[in-house]
């Protein structure tokens, strides 16, 4: 009789992906703090893809496809994890707004797309993007200035919706680091 107590056995093949997925994870786990590395190898990533559209003059369809998903993805990190203007529990009709002076709390600008992410999911859409590139199916013919006019209108059209939205609320999605006192005046005016 079968001893139904006991685990099943892992096959040789879940076991290989199993590790494969481990020593992958391993591998972000370790680029996670070497930001500068990550997105220079994301540009790298995204300047192959390009000299490879601009050298076989084809999948217009597929860069602007990447286009568009690169821009979703920034639209995302720019934006606030807790939208202001979807806060349904403030008083007034504006929505709840960042601190502005030193005596209002402070609330850290928290993203809807972590940095980490950002950078995961344009690397892995450039890469796939590059893929694609290879496979005939996926090369289009289509009228390329049309696309670029289409790019550059929604560029436009969301840039300035996103920053009107950044003017209404107060927020500004990036950060400077942390303020770095200077002692020795901080030494001279408590004397």
């Given at each position: 009789m ?29 680029s996670t703090p070497h ?7 994301a540009?790298?990533?995204l300047g192959l ?8 003059q084809?999948w217009?369809i597929?860069?602007y ?13 720019l934006?606030?994890k ?6 349904l529990?403030s ?13 209002e709390e ?8 972590p ?12 890469t ?7 496979f005939?199916v996926?090369?289009?013919?289509v ?9 550059i209108?929604?560029?436009c059209?969301t840039?300035?919706?996103?920053i ?8 500004l ?6 303020p770095?006192?200077n002692t020795?005046?901080?030494a001279?005016?408590?004397?």
């Open positions: 079968d001893d139904l107590s006991s685990p099943p056995a892992r096959g040789a093949v879940s076991t290989f992906f199993l590790r494969l997925s481990q020593r992958y994870q391993s591998l972000l786990d370790k930001a500068k590395t990550r997105w220079i190898l540009f790298v990533n893809f390009l000299a490879r559209i601009i050298t076989v084809g217009y597929i860069t496809a990447l286009g568009i998903y690169h821009l979703n993805l920034f639209i995302a990190f934006t606030p807790i939208d202001p203007g979807l806060d529990d008083d007034d009709h504006d929505g709840p707004e960042l601190p502005t002076r030193s005596n402070f609330r850290p600008f928290i993203r809807r797309l940095e980490f992410k950002f950078w995961y999911a344009i690397t892995k859409s450039t796939i993007a590059i893929v694609c590139t290879f005939d996926f090369n289009v013919p009228f390329w200035p049309i696309l670029v006019m289409y790019f209108t929604l560029f059209i840039m300035k919706r996103q009107k939205h950044m003017i209404k609320h107060r927020y999605p990036f950060t400077h680091g942390k770095k006192y020795q005046f901080d001279v005016e408590n004397v």
